[in-house]
């Protein structure tokens, strides 16, 4: 059984520019969390879809913004970079909370 | 406003020794609380998932017990290994009718000494 899949591994990008990440949940998982992890800050919350609504949301300014397709998949978009937002994105999947979430290996972002 | 707290934030201890990490949290309406382990870098693994009317849950050589109303619970680790080396995380979830997040704690940092 595949697990949580998260693409690219590896992200380096520039201030201002705007970065796509990608998150494939486990089969039959519809529910797909977002989460920023910095060294100062620990896990972050960002948001969280389920059969393509946002369900919930974290403190964050607006250019960080997310959306869920038909099939699960997740994406998350961050615009106008900031070296603020270097940190390891991570994402979770779960078919419910009764079951827990299982994570994925994340993306590191780096903003240069 | 849940607040999870794990104590110590960091722990070294020899190889073969039994050890104990923490997990508090503030309010005692949760629906689940799952411990994961992470490796530098990487995500995070599931280790132990306990749901809100369970008291104990064990895989391994890895035991959680959560007690809701005192708003604790414990990773228990036997017989610890190198390998064991990692950060362990808890995660509370809030009641499905409660439109909270899921709240992770900082972490504790884990170093077994060979």
């Known amino acids: 059984k595949a697990g949580v899949t998260q693409t690219p591994r590896y992200l380096i990008k520039t201030r201002g520019q705007q970065v796509t990440l990608s998150c494939s949940p486990i089969?039959?998982?519809?529910?797909v969390s977002w989460y920023q992890q910095t060294p100062g800050q620990g896990l972050q919350f960002l948001f969280e879809y389920f059969s393509e609504t946002q369900r919930n949301k974290g403190n964050f300014p607006g250019r960080f913004s997310g959306r869920q397709f038909s099939n699960s998949r997740s994406e998350m978009n961050v615009s106008t970079l900031e070296l603020g937002d270097s940190a390891l994105y991570l994402c979770?999947?779960?078919?419910?909370?009764?079951?827990?979430?299982?994570f994925g290996s994340g993306t590191r972002l780096t903003v240069v | 406003k849940q607040e999870v707290t794990q104590i110590p934030a960091a722990l070294s201890v020899p190889e073969g020794e039994n050890l104990v990490l923490n997990c508090s949290f503030t309010d005692s309406a949760i629906y689940n609380l799952q411990w994961f382990r992470q490796d530098p870098g990487k995500g995070l693994t599931s280790l132990l998932l306990i749901q809100s009317s369970q008291r104990e849950q064990t895989s391994g050589r890895l035991n959680a017990s959560l007690d809701k109303s005192s708003g604790r619970s414990t990773l228990y680790i036997a017989a610890s290994q190198p390998g064991d080396s990692a950060t362990y995380l808890c995660a509370v979830r809030p009641p499905e009718n409660r439109d909270d997040k899921i709240i992770f704690g900082k972490g504790t940092r884990l170093h077994i000494l060979p």
């Open positions: 089969s039959g998982h519809r529910s």
């Open positions: 979770a999947s779960s078919f419910t909370g009764f079951r827990g979430y299982t």
